[in-house]
């Protein structure tokens, strides 16, 4: 029976650059994260909200890239594990992308939130009790450390928000990201300015975010960036 990765050593893991490690030091900064957000209020609710957005995005996104295709070759029930998880995440997009239309104080926000909360541990459960012990039975330490090289190449140059239109699989999330890494990224600069800047430059930068956000729209409907996807993971 695999074990968790939670009840194993960063050793057992492969090492500080394996694949798992890096999987496990992000599911840990997202349980500090959710905690923080539950006791914020006002601009310092929205600040760790868009710090939450930049840590599950990137993530997902070099998963559906990079970890569950290996998944998908290297598994006798890679294609099933994967499917449900792609479901979790399109969910979790979708729910985020309603979030995002709500003032971060009102109740209805609140609610909302603990729902993600709960949909983002369980994902959290799915990959490290069940998927990615199995995918750690298939491959050797040294190729985690290399996947783990190429999942974090992903990860860093991934959107930042959610994209529920966009495949969850390649190509169309591989066609996705050179685009809306850039939008994205560039309406998380504008809009932490925003809150802090005087009230005539806050507007600007909120119009420009707002502006920039109309192209996303507008890209992720593209019909290419919707290829490959399963049709299951439509909610």
Same mark, same amino acid.
């Given at each position: 029976?695999?074990?968790?990765? +939670? ?6 893991? $492969? ?5 798992l490690?890096?999987?496990? @030091? ?6 500090v994260?959710? *905690? ?7 601009? @310092?609710?929205?600040? #760790? ?6 840590? =599950? ?11 569950w295709?290996?998944? /998908?070759? &290297?598994?006798?029930? $890679?294609?099933?594990? &994967? ?27 609140? *609610? ?15 990959? #490290? !009790? ?14 985690? /450390?290399?996947? $783990?090289?190429?999942? *974090?190449?992903? @990860?860093?140059t991934?959107p ?5 239109? =966009?495949?969850?699989? %390649?190509? $169309? ?6 685009? %809306? ?6 309406? !998380?600069r ?5 809150? @802090?800047?005087?009230?005539?430059? +806050? ?6 975010? *707002?502006?920039? +956000?109309?192209? +996303? ?19």
């Amino acid at each position: 029976m695999p074990r968790p990765l +939670a009840d194993q050593s960063e050793t057992e893991l $492969g090492g500080p650059h394996s694949v798992l490690t890096l999987q496990r @030091r992000d599911h840990r900064e997202l349980d500090v994260l959710l *905690q923080r957000i539950d006791k914020c209020s006002g601009n @310092r609710r929205q600040d #760790e909200l868009t710090s939450l957005c930049r840590l =599950v995005f990137p993530h997902a996104f070099a998963e559906e890239a990079v970890l569950w295709p290996l998944a /998908r070759r &290297t598994l006798r029930d $890679g294609e099933k594990l &994967t499917l449900e998880i792609e479901q979790e995440h399109q969910e979790i997009n979708e729910l985020f992308t309603k979030l995002d239309t709500l003032d971060p104080d009102t109740s209805e926000h609140h *609610q909302l939130f603990a729902e993600i909360t709960e949909l983002l541990r369980q994902d959290v459960r799915d990959e #490290e !009790d069940v998927l990615l012990p199995k995918l750690q039975e298939a491959l050797d330490p040294r190729a985690l /450390r290399r996947v $783990g090289r190429m999942w *974090q190449v992903v @990860r860093y140059t991934a959107p930042t928000r959610p994209h529920p239109t =966009v495949a969850r699989r %390649l190509p $169309g999330n591989a066609l996705a990201a050179l685009p %809306l890494t850039g939008l994205d990224r560039s309406r !998380d600069r504008l809009d932490h300015v925003s809150r @802090r800047a005087p009230s005539p430059l +806050a507007a600007g930068c909120r119009r420009t975010s *707002q502006a920039l +956000a109309t192209v +996303a729209g507008a890209i992720e409907h593209l019909p290419p960036l919707r290829s490959g996807e399963d049709p299951s993971t439509r909610t």
